[in-house]
């Protein structure tokens, strides 16, 4: 079959899913040389299966908020692949979440995972349920409900969840503690679990921080480096601040950061007493980004999900870090940045860049890392928890960061040797694509037609 007519059976399997069909679509376009070399791969039909969630979980959350009123929700656990380890990936509570978006980020989680070299197959899961605007006994009861269905499909031999968009430290807290009570066991069956109780350190730190070191290695590859350099980040929550913390480390200067109601720019740059003041706002007191512009007295730019352009990405700088949500920056976006001479851009969130305005990047010379190499640092540092637990240790803050960085300097080298073998040195789209496909095409043809 030709790159046309898999996709168009693709479509045609899951209408209605246009996020999943974005992210099948930039996989499937990297990985064709692969199909071309190996008949073996295609004669297995392996792209085909890894479209198909292996399990799709899909139930009802029924939960009473603070008034006694009955509410209810959608809960889903994507269980994509299962190839290489067992199924391990985010859960998304936010009212956008539909089965299309957590089959896209299950999808890229297949590869992602790979990326680490660690032993952990591709899931996601999630609710619509909104935590915005309700009060931590709605968030636990909720988290209460929800595990009430899930913890019938997870183990921690079989599928470990984590947190990703509105899933923090307070969500992971309340639905470890609901599978416990139900399983009458502690296990270590969610990572992103406290200090103290099963986690790991540098966990809450490592989405963020690794994506900076990918970041660094990008600009050592090209005898440069963040020290001294102006960078865009979007977004506010756990990867935007372990991002901002990790180049302030290194010596670089955020101007920006963004929430769902608008974006500020501090010309003078984020420090270290501003990062924690962000860090109270928005996860402690769960407020909008404007209070820090009228702390700080900087400019708040409140922007509309719905205009064509996000003006965050209009501000003059040398580095970007998308780091907020999906299709976050567009193709007019992408022509923003080259035209401010950005020199990179590396993707903090999940697909928040248009295919558009990959292709403009990469056409104008900019280095554009995806998120599922660029991002990696989180899930590998779930993997890392997972082994502790398993082992019954607690490594040091400096052993899991040197864990991390190396693990991210590896993803950096195996995407572009891949991208180099398969005659586009430099790209780190096809190379990270190439790379994870290849482990994960390996372990499904050895383990027969099942
Ligand atoms: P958080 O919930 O901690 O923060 C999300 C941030 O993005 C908030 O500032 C939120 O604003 C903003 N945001 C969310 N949706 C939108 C939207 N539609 N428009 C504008 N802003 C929005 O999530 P994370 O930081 O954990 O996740 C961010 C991204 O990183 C996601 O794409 C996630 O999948 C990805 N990721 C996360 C990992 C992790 O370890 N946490 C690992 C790998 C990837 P507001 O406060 O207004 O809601």
Redesign the pocket.
């Known amino acids: 079959m030709t790159q046309e007519e898999i996709l168009s059976l693709v479509k045609k399997r899951n209408p209605n899913e246009p996020e999943f069909i974005q992210a099948v679509d930039e996989v499937l376009m990297s990985v064709m040389p692969v199909l071309d070399r190996h008949s073996d791969f295609r004669n297995l039909k392996l792209f085909e299966r890894m479209t198909e969630p292996e399990r799709l979980i899909y139930f009802r959350v029924t939960w009473l908020d603070d008034k006694g009123q009955v509410q209810y929700n959608r809960g889903y656990r994507v269980q994509m692949n299962s190839a290489i380890g067992p199924y391990k990936g985010?859960l998304?509570f936010?009212p956008?979440v539909t089965a299309s978006v957590l089959k896209f980020?299950a999808f890229e989680q297949i590869f992602?995972n790979a990326l680490t070299g660690l032993p952990m197959g591709g899931g996601k899961g999630g609710s619509d349920f909104d935590p915005?605007g309700k009060s931590d006994n709605e968030v636990m009861k909720f988290c209460q409900a929800f595990m009430g269905e899930l913890a019938r499909h997870i183990d921690d031999r079989t599928d470990v969840p984590?947190?990703?968009?509105?899933?923090?430290g307070r969500e992971i807290g309340y639905l470890f503690g609901a599978y416990k009570k139900i399983k009458n066991e502690f296990s270590g069956i969610l990572t992103?679990k406290g200090i103290g109780w099963g986690g790991s350190l540098i966990r809450t730190e490592?989405?963020?921080y690794g994506l900076i070191y990918f970041a660094e290695n990008m600009m050592q590859a090209n005898k440069d480096s963040l020290k001294g350099k102006t960078c865009l980040v979007?977004?506010?929550?756990?990867?935007?601040?372990y991002a901002i913390e990790k180049i302030i480390h290194l010596g670089g200067k955020v101007v920006t950061?963004?929430?769902?109601?608008g974006f500020i720019y501090d010309e003078a740059g984020f420090t270290m007493e501003k990062l924690a003041f962000l860090k109270d706002l928005?996860d402690v007191r769960?407020g909008?980004?404007k209070e820090y512009a009228d702390k700080y007295n900087c400019k708040f730019v409140a922007?509309n999900?719905n205009e064509s352009s996000n003006p965050l990405w209009a501000v003059k700088a040398d580095c970007a870090f998308p780091?907020?949500?999906?299709n976050?920056l567009n193709d007019k976006d992408a022509n923003n940045l080259v035209k401010n001479k950005v020199k990179l851009v590396a993707e903090?969130?999940?697909?928040?860049t248009t295919p558009e305005a990959i292709n403009i990047l990469i056409d104008n010379g900019v280095m554009y890392a995806p998120?599922k190499a660029s991002?990696?640092?989180?899930?590998a540092t779930?993997g890392l928890e997972m082994t502790q637990n398993y082992m019954g240790q607690n490594w040091t803050r400096e052993e899991v960061d040197a864990k991390l960085l190396n693990i991210m300097r590896n993803i950096h080298d195996t995407s572009l040797a891949a991208a180099k073998e398969y005659g586009k040195p430099g790209n780190y789209m096809i190379g990270a694509n190439i790379a994870g496909f290849l482990k994960v095409a390996k372990a499904m043809q050895a383990q027969g037609v099942i």
């Open positions: 985010g998304r936010h956008s980020l992602k915005k984590a947190g990703d968009i509105g899933v923090g992103g490592a989405t963020g979007s977004g506010s929550g756990n990867v935007a601040q950061a963004s929430d769902s109601s928005k769960r909008r980004i922007v999900a780091c907020a949500t999906q976050e903090g969130a999940n697909m928040p998120g991002n990696a640092g989180g899930v779930s």
